[in-house]
């Protein structure tokens, strides 16, 4: 569990990479008084809040009750027919870029965010579907899903990394850094992918793939093959 939670921070450097020309801009943005750059941090705040307050005060509980297949599998299947939903019902967008976001519908996709914390709902599925259904353009609402991946998952990795501080040890120097180079990688050319991908076409093949998932492994259970 601390190797998965560790490599995941390879993930997230390279979203930080993807959109390094775009975060450096920020940052000395700030620095300048850029009112762009402020709000653009202000709003990934925002955002941030609602599920960093919800997943710590409910960590344990989230880990105790919902781990589980049954909460995964259905879970998947619902996000799916969520995303069949929105994608038959399009409409206008009222947001077309990420600079042009703000607070309000900030807050509302940290509120979409929150889905996520339920194991089997994808974080940046809940946060760009959420993001479309508040009104970002598909651009935006994925860019801005990425940009709030940062600060989320570098929480949610660090707090369960110093959980499990007492299980690190000088041999499992090798299998992190391997696992987190490739992870990095992975991650990079994913990004790249999906961005490329809804330039061009909707998310119901993602839909698909979560029916199909969820369905797999109700069967496997039913079948015998246990918890």
Not at 81 to 99: G, N, S
Request: with cysteine; glycine share 10%; net charge positive.
């Amino acid at each position: 569990k601390v190797f998965e939670v560790f490599i995941q921070l390879g993930a997230i450097l390279a979203v930080c990479w993807a959109y390094r020309v775009k975060l450096w801009a920020t940052v000395a943005g700030l620095f300048r008084r850029s009112g762009g750059a402020w709000r653009f941090w202000i709003n990934l705040g925002i955002a941030f809040l609602p599920a960093a307050v919800i997943g710590l005060l409910g960590h344990h509980a989230i880990k105790h009750y919902l781990f589980n297949p049954l909460v995964v599998c259905t879970t998947c299947i619902l996000g799916a027919l969520v995303i069949f939903w929105v994608e038959r019902r399009p409409r206008p967008a009222a947001v077309e870029t990420v600079e042009a976001i703000t607070p309000r519908h900030a807050l509302l996709v940290g509120l979409a965010q929150l889905a996520a914390l339920i194991p089997g709902t994808s974080r940046s599925g809940a946060t760009i579907i959420g993001g479309m259904i508040f009104g970002l353009s598909r651009q935006a609402a994925t860019e801005f899903s990425f940009f709030l991946a940062i600060p989320v998952m570098f929480a949610a990795s660090l707090f369960d990394l110093y959980q499990g501080r007492d299980l690190l040890h000088a041999a499992d120097v090798t299998p992190f850094a391997i696992g987190f180079g490739v992870s990095f990688v992975a991650a990079l050319l994913a990004v790249k992918w999906l961005l490329r991908f809804i330039s061009s076409h909707n998310f119901v093949p993602f839909a698909w793939y979560r029916i199909v998932l969820g369905v797999v492994v109700i069967l496997y259970w039913l079948r015998g093959g246990g918890w």
